[in-house]
């Protein structure tokens, strides 16, 4: 009985050993990932592989350059046979082409100080207070043209330093307000055309306001269009005023020339 249970169990752990062996086979080859490459696209009729086609980028058209003259008279074009037609502003639209769009923001009487300074011109205006400004800030523009100072030589004068400090610091204040705008505008600082009316004013505007006007677009790294100059030496040669200060037609294209050659150089 023991020899036959014994034998028994022999055979089972052969059998044991055999099931063994047959789950230990051959492992199969390890399978890797196998890079495909597409066979590109190609014309069916010349068999040159073609371009993936995909839709073209285009930018939105830019409309015109806009440029804001703010001014007073002169820039409103007062003694012109037609301001619409003939101020520096119109005429400048004239020369520069359909490519710009200027826009007249004169104000006569228009002064950079304001009543806040005791050197302000009383029969002037502050130019901040006027429609004229509004309209100016509104246009967003791109290029924006100052120039005032004309009136302001009333009471700016070289030998009152105070004076021509509160001129600098008005003249800045605007420039600012200007370059803050969404557009980033272009500023530049006009020099006053040379005036000859009076003495004394004509004193103020060589020794402090021409000079305070150039040395703030230096100082800001401003544009600087110098007209004074530029009308004083036209002066010489041919009419160009309509009185004592303001221009007539010729007069008032000499400066319109004057600015197109500095925006365009």
């Known amino acids: 009985m023991f020899k036959q249970k014994l034998f028994s169990i022999f055979i089972l752990c052969a059998l ?22 597409e066979a590109p696209i190609t014309d069916p009729i010349t068999e040159v592989p073609t371009e993936e086609i995909t839709d073209p980028v285009t930018e939105a058209p830019k409309g015109p350059i806009t440029i804001a003259c703010v001014g007073d008279s002169i820039t409103e074009g007062v003694g012109s046979s037609n301001s619409s037609l003939y101020s520096y502003p119109a005429q400048l639209q004239k020369l520069l082409g359909d490519g710009y769009k200027v826009i007249n923001c004169g104000k006569s009487k228009a002064t950079a100080l304001g009543s806040y300074s005791k050197y302000w011109n009383t029969n002037g205006i502050y130019y901040n207070t006027t429609a004229q400004y509004k309209g100016a800030l509104a246009s967003n523009p791109d290029i924006v043209l100052i120039m005032l100072g004309t009136n302001d030589a009333k009471h700016v004068t070289g030998s009152i330093a105070e004076s021509v400090d509160q001129f600098y610091a008005a003249l800045k204040e605007l420039g600012k307000t200007f370059e803050a705008l969404e557009s980033k505008p272009q500023i530049y600082i006009m020099a006053s055309p040379y005036r000859f009316e009076d003495a004394a004013r004509k004193a103020n505007m060589d020794s402090a306001i021409y000079p305070t006007q150039k040395k703030l677009a230096e100082d800001m790294g401003w544009g600087f269009i110098d007209l004074f100059t530029v009308t004083k030496n036209a002066m010489k040669t041919k009419k160009i005023h309509s009185d004592s200060l303001h221009f007539n037609d010729d007069g008032y294209a000499v400066i319109a020339e004057a600015i197109k050659a500095e925006l365009t150089k």
């Open 16 to 37: 044991c050993l055999t099931v063994l062996a047959g789950c230990g086979g051959t492992t199969p080859p390890e399978v890797t990932d196998v890079n495909v490459t």
